[in-house]
């Protein structure tokens, strides 16, 4: 180790004390690779700060040192947004000893939290102060809130309640000069010049430290209607999604499409999962309402969804009969990563469209896959009420690095162009990061592009943010 690391970690050290400094090799090696093990890097150290004030002071010292951090939450981010480089030179910041819940306030409907909370942990909290926290991922009981804010995370529920950016209302953050800006206001209406807020959420650990949230609470609900759905067509499904918005209004808060590749690769590869419906569609749905009454839920799904079969609109429906049934298609869907992981490598496209292209696209691009890879599994399933798709493709789990690489670059063009030309977005919620950096240079506007550069130019004036991400 150098003089000036070892003066470095010195430094550190009387920041946030030993206890907050992980330096051991072993120790660091968890920090240092992602939760898909696609990306492993080496840092300097990990340090772990317990307040917002030990989390300045490291940032002070970075920024007068030009140490390069990469701020770290949960580490299971899907776009290699939180894995240093291989340089030996980055500072790993995990934010994961910041996990106090600072207060809930329910007649504000608010909760404010250290970033380095769990997810579920805030879920809890909500739903003890008999209110409810809508933010849901199948990573919830891994990820923190600072994470999901700095990804500006979505998961199952946006259709009703929105992503994570429409989740918060005040933030707390740690500039890479080591400032605090206390923008901790738990108010619905703020118009007080350019929205900061809106700055950091988002912003990947490329322009500060998210050290705090004040997150907004939703009415608790009580009674929730699931079903299975199988259908001829994507297209069925978006009719069947407007109709059902329609009708159901703020009731429906999950819309999830499942083709019958993605659900046989779930069968296959996750222990305690059985198909909902005896016959095979190329389609599939899990679709749920949601209320604060019980009141004639069930009866609305079931009437919605028979009107489709009766219609033909959808070939076959199963509506849950108790919470087990629930649970069982939820694990169906929350299969669906672990079991590209067991299965192949997967190329992901984490695409958003508007709802009405997407019939358009899938059709395109499952030509357009095929030409490029003849045989090419295609995974498509997503959040179709968002509009958002993960279309991805499997390749097999013995392909050499290079030609994973190869065929990434190659499908990325052509799933991305006609994504282009749809004017979706290339990253809908799980980040740019490393992943898909390049891309984002070759899509953005020159004038976008430029204007990010600016931000970035002025708030991180040393380049030492999230190096090599995002931007
Ligand atoms: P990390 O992975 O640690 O970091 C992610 C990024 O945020 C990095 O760039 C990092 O530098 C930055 N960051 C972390 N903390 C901070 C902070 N305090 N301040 C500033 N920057 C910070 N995502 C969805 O949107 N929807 C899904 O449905 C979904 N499902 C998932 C299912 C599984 C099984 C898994 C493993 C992941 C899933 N994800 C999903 C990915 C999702 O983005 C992450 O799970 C989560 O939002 C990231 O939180 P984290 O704390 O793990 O962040
Ligand atoms: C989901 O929707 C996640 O399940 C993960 O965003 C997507 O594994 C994926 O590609
Ligand atoms: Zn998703």
Known sequence: MSSNNLDLIDRLRSAVGAAGLVLEKEAKAA????????????????????????TAEVMRICHETHTPVVIQGGNTGMS?????????A????????MNAIRNVDPLNNTLTAESGVILANIQAA??????????????????????????NAGGIAVLRYGNARELVLGLE??????????????????NTGYDLRDLFVGSEGTLGVITAAVLKLHAKPIARATAWVGAESVDA??????????VCGERLVAFEMISEESLDLILEHVADVRAPLANSHPFNALIELSDTQEQGLADLLESSLGDALEGGMIQDVVVSQTNGQTQAFWKIREGISQAQVRAGKAVKHDIALPISAIPAFVRGADVAVRKALPGAQIINFGHLGDGNLHYNVLLPLDSSPEAYAATTAKLNRVVHDIVSVANGSI????????????ELRHYKSEVEFDLMLRIKQSLDPNHIMNPGKLI
């Open 31 to 54: 920090y240092e690779t992602d939760w898909l093990q696609k990306w492993t890097g080496l840092s300097s150290v990990v340090v772990r700060p317990a307040n917002t004030q030990e």
């Open 80 to 88: 290699g947004g939180a894995t240093p480089d291989t340089s030996g």
């Open 90 to 97: 980055q500072v790993i910041l995990s934010m994961v000893r």
């Open 126 to 151: 909500a739903q003890e102060a008999n209110r409810y926290f809508p933010l849901s991922l199948g990573a919830e009981g891994s990820c923190t809130i600072g994470g999901n804010l700095a990804t």
């Open 173 to 190: 953050v740690v500039l890479p000069d080591g400032r605090i800006w206390n923008g901790m206001r738990a108010l619905r209406k703020d």
């Open 237 to 246: 499904l978006i009719r069947l999604l407007a109709q059902m918005r329609e």
């Open 427 to 438: 990253s809908a919620e799980h980040g740019v990061g490393q992943l898909r950096r390049d």
